[in-house]
């Protein structure tokens, strides 16, 4: 079994300064991660992955995120973030191999960006 | 391409009673997952469907039920609602199982 830990519930952050919102997971399996992102009342959009490959990806609005396997952390960051980026932020993962239709979530991080 | 529509947008119902919520993949998708929504335990994986099969099911009681017909379309059912069962119900469509998944807007369930 699958489980995340988001570690900050609430980040609040100015605008342009950067973020980095805090993922670790625990597994008995490997995984595929992930970063989701929902706007109020609307769904979830997918906001990065890692399947395989190289450890770093990257998002096309400017976030990155890191898998570190030793530290089982998968951490979402920015160097600047914008108002439009207030959101809640979900860190995701499955078994690698099983099904992407059955995640596991975190509780979610809100990201709040005052001007 | 149209995205994941989910009907109806809001739900108001009273305890005992039962509820059927619809979710409509995109066009070509054929797996279809829920999730349950809420402030206190986050998001939760209810069900997984792919060609009319059930594949993974969370832990969830059993008055929580789905079904996925021939067009893809899925339905879930919850019945005898309870105040807990308060949430936004999110429906996620994909091409197959290994694919990524796409969420729809959410069906918000109120049980007075």
């Known amino acids: 079994a699958q489980s995340v830990t988001q570690l900050d519930s609430q980040v609040p952050v100015f605008e342009e300064a950067p973020v980095e919102l805090r993922c670790n997971y625990s597994s008995s399996v490997s995984v595929y991660l992930f970063w989701y992102v929902q706007y109020p009342n609307q769904g979830l959009q997918l906001l990065l992955k890692y399947l395989s490959g190289s450890t770093l990806v990257e998002s096309i609005n400017g976030f990155e995120a890191e898998f570190n396997k030793s530290q089982t952390s998968f951490h979402l960051r920015k160097p600047s973030v914008h108002i439009s980026d207030t959101a809640e932020y979900f860190c995701a993962v499955s078994a690698m191999g099983g099904s992407q239709g059955n995640l596991i979530f975190g509780k979610g991080t809100k990201l709040s960006v005052k001007p | 391409k149209a995205g994941v529509t989910q009907t109806p947008r809001y739900l108001i119902k009273t305890r005992g009673q039962q509820v059927t919520l619809s979710c409509s993949p995109i066009?070509?998708?054929?797996?279809v997952s829920w999730y349950q929504q809420t402030p206190g335990q986050g998001l939760q994986f209810l069900f997984e469907?792919?060609?009319?099969?059930?594949?993974n099911k969370g832990n969830f009681p059993g008055r929580f039920s789905g079904r996925q017909f021939s067009n893809s379309r899925s339905e879930m059912n919850v019945s005898t609602l309870e105040l807990g069962d308060s949430a936004l119900y999110l429906c996620?469509?994909?091409?197959?199982?290994?694919?990524?998944?796409?969420f729809g807007p959410g069906t918000r369930l109120t049980v007075l």
């Open positions: 469907y792919f060609s009319e099969t059930q594949r």
């Open positions: 996620a469509s994909s091409l197959d199982p290994t694919a990524e998944q796409f």
């Open positions: 066009s070509g998708h054929r797996s």
